[in-house]
């Protein structure tokens, strides 16, 4: 049996930034799933995974490459995600947004996928976000096994 570390789970986040309806930058990059999301899947595999479904995205302000033993992130803004969706039989990809009210102020560069008890599932990091009331960000965040 293969250990928890070696599940061949992958992530792919898209993001689009918006200043009005110009799309002023596009990114797109492969992200960490954490232990702490692998855990969740296995619980949830088992039937014992009671809030381990991924329901939010977050938002935060800590550039430090991702780790396996990474369980949140920085001064987070977190929203619940806007859709889910199935590509293949083997991926899902959740949709989100974060509008021109949502998270002013911050210096985003760390994004996270969290399930329903706030438990990080995947993280990411990016070139600094400076959130400001004329930016909106959307994207999706795919998961393939």
Do not use: C
């Not at 595999?45 to 009671?50: D, E, I, K, P, V």
């Not at 859709?83 to 760390?110: C, H, M």
């Not at 399930?115 to 999706?140: C, H, Q």
């Amino acid at each position: 049996m293969q250990p928890i570390e070696q599940m061949p789970m992958k992530g792919a986040v898209h993001i689009k930034i918006f200043r009005g309806d110009e799309l002023v930058d596009e990114y797109e990059k492969h992200n960490l799933i954490v232990t702490a999301g692998k855990t969740s899947m296995t619980r949830l595999l088992a039937g014992a995974g009671t809030n381990k479904h991924v329901t939010k995205i977050s938002f935060g302000t800590d550039g430090t490459a991702p780790a396996v033993g990474n369980t949140g992130l920085t001064d987070a803004f977190t929203k619940a995600i806007d859709g889910v969706s199935y590509p293949d039989s083997s991926s899902v990809r959740f949709s989100w947004s974060l509008t021109t009210a949502e998270g002013n102020g911050k210096d985003i560069q760390e994004f996270g996928l969290l399930s329903n008890d706030n438990t990080l599932f995947a993280r990411l990091t990016r070139a600094t976000i400076s959130k400001t009331s004329d930016l909106r960000l959307e994207g999706t965040w795919t998961i393939s096994f």
